[in-house]
Nanobody, 125 residues
Framework: QVQLVESGGGLVQAGGSLRLSCAASGRTFSNYAMGWFRQAPGKEREFVAAIAGSGARTYYADSVKGRFTISRDNPKNTLYLQMNSLKPEDTAVYHC??????????????????WGQGTQVTVSS
């Protein structure tokens, strides 16, 4: 069983920055690709960013490319999302997720089998 716990959310003004963290349990963190997703009220969960197990490859949604950076610290079993130049439309609950074993970078929600509870990010205009 894997547990994922997000932190770092909060209220920020447009143009500001936040850094989200996701602490993962387990001893094989580096074996799995990881991703960040977000869900705004009344909307479906959407892909934000993904990173390979080694951290060597990343992939971003067009809406956050150039503003957000996904990274991971495998010895610390921690995933990060650095969010800069935040916009009101970035307001959502942000979830980290662990991909199924053998799955490479993917935007597909169904390819992730463990999810954190989420952390709220609110960007005011």
């Amino acid at each position: 069983q894997v547990q994922l716990v997000e932190s770092g959310g909060g209220l920020v003004q447009a143009g500001g920055s936040l850094r989200l963290s996701c602490a993962a349990s387990g001893r094989t963190f580096s074996n799995y690709a990881m991703g960040w997703f977000r869900q705004a009220p009344g909307k479906e969960r959407e892909f934000v960013a993904a990173i390979a197990g080694s951290g060597a490859r990343t992939y971003y949604a067009d809406s956050v490319k150039g503003r957000f950076t996904i990274s991971r610290d495998n010895p610390k079993n921690t995933l990060y999302l650095q969010m800069n130049s935040l916009k009101p439309e970035d307001t959502a609950v942000y979830h980290c997720a662990k991909a199924r074993l053998g799955v490479a970078l993917t935007t597909n929600v169904g390819s992730y089998n463990y999810w954190g509870q989420g952390t709220q990010v609110t960007v005011s205009s």
